[in-house]
């Protein structure tokens, strides 16, 4: 089967582009899981997905977009933006999320896999440097409501808060391999609201 | 020229020993400088640095070995652990000290580089967690002092005070890729200091 790609500026129907979406994130998703990232190749993942090459490459280029995609999916599927009415539990909700994304034996090797590309390839890194800037813009509208209810400063840094509170998971991960668990995204959660609270996190920073 | 390593349990001259050392270091520094990690090879290093294969194999086992030793190297000569009599002057240029090193454009490359070699080889994971975990236990004197001298609760987990400072600045640098700067170093030493005092950061934790 071969799905074609809308053309840019057309007005066809969104869903054959979005078939072609999904079905090219599960044949990356499997590509990665059968081969690891070395073996990811556009062509592989176009042949399994059924889908052009040409279209593939016009719409992801390389690999580390295909692998981007993947990221923007998971992101919005498996780190939920909660509003419970406490920025204390919605930032907890936060960060224990981001611990099971990672704990996950499929996308946790993937994001990481993307991070670690991104230390040797320039494009990759922009990706993630706009993906991370939307998500955590996004993440921080539970400090934006805490601030509003009054839970928070009122010149607190609602992304900076979400960083401080992202940061020592992704340290442990990456940096000392030493292990993450929702323990330990409780009291990252916990210790970013304690340095907003202080006043450690203000804007001015 | 080709220097000779000491065999195991001999007891030559350390002076040898530690030459070897430091011509291997150096090569290893020009090497990965010249070419890149890729490129990195045990018998270029050995060859650059005038000693045997078999001495640079038997020793560092691999690049990743030649690697993690220059990181000790660079660690300890660039990281100073400083006792300024302040628990907050300490751990402020500890901070300013971690963002030098990687705005150094020869060492931080490196090391980035070791760490993005860490997320597929399981090795080198175990040789940076031995690593950090040494140097975090080491700068979390700083932390000791501070709650000896009542600067902050008795119950502070001194190491987890370090992981704190130091996880804003790698995950700027890794996830994010947002810049970091001194600035951003005294916030992420503030941010810690405000959550061990909130008592966030405790052994109980």
């Given amino acids: 089967m071969t799905v074609e790609n809308s053309p840019p500026g ?3 129907p969104r869903g054959r582009t979005e078939r072609v979406r999904q079905a090219v994130v599960a044949a990356t998703h499997a590509q990665f899981r059968a081969h690891g990232y070395p073996s990811l190749t556009v062509e592989r993942v176009a042949e399994a997905a059924g889908v052009a090459k040409s279209t593939v490459y016009r719409r992801w280029r ?6 981007l995609e ?3 999916e998971m992101s919005g599927a498996q780190i939920p933006l909660v509003d419970t009415g406490s920025v ?4 907890r909700q936060l960060a224990v999320s981001i611990v099971r994304v990672y704990s996950d034996s499929e996308n ?5 896999a993307m991070i670690a590309e991104a230390v040797h390839d320039p494009r ?4 993630l440097r706009a993906f991370w800037r939307d998500r955590n813009e996004n993440a921080a509208d539970a400090v934006r409501r805490g601030i509003r209810r009054g839970e928070l400063p009122a010149d607190t840094d609602p992304v900076d808060v979400i960083r401080t509170l992202a940061a020592p998971l992704y340290y442990r991960m990456l940096v000392t391999h030493e292990p993450v668990d ?21 804007t001015a920073g």
Same sequence: chains 1, 2.
């Fill in 10 to 12: 057309s007005v066809r």
């Fill in 62 to 67: 390389d690999t580390a977009g295909l692998l």
């Fill in 70 to 72: 993947v990221l923007r």
């Fill in 88 to 91: 204390d539990e919605d930032l």
């Fill in 108 to 112: 946790g090797p993937m994001v990481l």
């Fill in 124 to 127: 990759v890194a922009d990706e």
């Fill in 182 to 202: 929702e323990t330990i995204a409780t009291r990252a959660a916990a210790a970013a609201l304690a340095a907003a609270r202080a006043g450690a996190l203000d």
